[in-house]
């Protein structure tokens, strides 16, 4: 008897032919932790026979990647995303060492441990060191822009505020008034945009701070504002050293990217705040022997893909109401510390990570 309809059996070839084609690399890892497929680019990059290990639990297989099985199998246990950039995963007889950016999602319906989908993608250093410089260049450009826009709207608005007081004050009719209210409200509102553009003009002040402890202020101020379904986590490494920062700066900025997380997830969802601290990486176009790494990820919709590259642009969103400065002045606050923001997006997933440099704190 025919199990498999013609029909069937040219789908499930079509979906193998894509999955073995793959460049990034592909595991499907049980919910008991046993590895059921990985990819030929899989094979290839973490130097493994599937031919040898599939069925066998993913610890065994790689017992020199402790932490990363165990970070699986807290996704798995306990049904959350997990995503770590710039991952060391040391592979092989010869204990040889490779970088990748890893996603692991856990994907069953019914109730965990679920099995994961792991994407590890190999990172080319080169690419990555080129986006940072190209995402510096490109916000120092956008921000002269629009601050010298900003300088050359600040004057003469000034004018047309004093103009139209002088002007309601010499007005007969009370209705007439009307019209110069609306003039003066408009050019206030103006006021604060541009004043908003323009920014936190003092240079950082900088003391000794312990970042978790900036990350519990912005949790409790965005605890006040979320609706009660939507939780928030913490994910913090204790051995993250202090920094110098200016608080009210970071505050600030790590304030923009919370509430963004919030308005992402809506009334239910959950954000992660995470630290980390990342070796040997490099930031435009230095490379610093410690970065501090603070994520602030969310289970919300995503970037939409259209918005996504010109996110730090001045006056770019997404929302109905939104300024689009947020991000603009948080990066702004964050290059101004040595540091950077970047951002991954995707459906259900999205990260935004603050990276500063800790050898930059004498
Ligand atoms: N966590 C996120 N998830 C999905 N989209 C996001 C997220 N963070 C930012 N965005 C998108 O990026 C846009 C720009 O964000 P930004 O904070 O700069 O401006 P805004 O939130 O629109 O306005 P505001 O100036 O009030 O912050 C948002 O409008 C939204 O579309
Ligand atoms: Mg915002």
């Known amino acids: 008897m025919q199990t498999t309809s013609p029909k069937a059996a040219d789908e499930f070839e079509l979906y193998r032919a894509i999955l073995e084609n793959q460049l990034t690399a592909l595991l499907w890892v049980g919910a008991r932790q046993e590895l059921h497929y990985l990819n030929p680019a899989a094979e290839t990059l973490l130097q493994l026979d599937a031919r040898r290990v599939l069925g066998r639990p993913l610890a065994l297989i790689l017992p020199a990647a402790a932490e990363f099985t165990t970070a699986l199998m807290r996704a798995s246990t306990e049904f959350i995303a997990f995503t770590q950039r710039e991952l060391r995963l040391t592979v092989g007889e010869d204990g040889a060492a490779v970088t990748v950016d890893c996603t692991a999602t ?36 956008n921000r002269m822009l629009a601050c010298n826009l900003a300088h050359e709207v600040r004057n003469p608005l000034g004018g047309l505020r004093g103009a139209a007081q002088l002007l309601e004050r010499r007005l007969p009719d009370e209705t007439l008034k009307e019209y110069t209210r609306v003039i003066l409200r408009e050019a206030d509102r103006l006021t604060r945009l541009v004043e908003a553009i323009l920014g936190p003009v003092q240079p950082p002040r900088r003391t000794r701070l312990n970042i978790h402890e900036l990350l519990e202020q912005v949790i409790s101020l965005v605890q006040a504002e979320a609706p009660a379904g939507v939780t928030l986590r913490r994910d913090y490494d204790p051995s993250l050293p202090e920094l110098l920062l200016d608080r009210d700066q970071l505050v600030q900025a790590l304030l923009n990217l919370a509430r963004n997380a919030l308005e992402a997830v809506g009334d239910e969802g959950r954000i992660l705040f995470r630290s ?20 602030i990820a969310d289970d919300g919709p995503g970037v939409p893909s259209a918005l996504l590259p010109r996110i730090f642009t001045p006056l770019v969103t997404g929302r109905p109401g939104g300024t689009g400065l947020g991000l603009s002045i948080a990066q702004e606050l964050v290059n101004r510390h040595g540091g950077l923001i970047e951002c991954l997006s995707r459906p259900g997933e999205t990260v935004f990570s603050v990276l500063l440099p800790l050898d930059e704190t004498p």
């Open 276 to 295: 980390r601290v990342l070796r040997q990486f490099t930031l435009g176009n230095r490379c610093h022997r410690l970065v501090a790494c603070v994520e």
């Open 106 to 141: 856990p994907v069953a319906e019914r109730a965990p441990p679920a099995p994961l989908l792991v994407e590890l993608t190999p990172l080319d250093r080169h690419l990555r060191i080129t986006r940072d410089d190209a995402l510096m260049a490109q916000h120092a450009a």
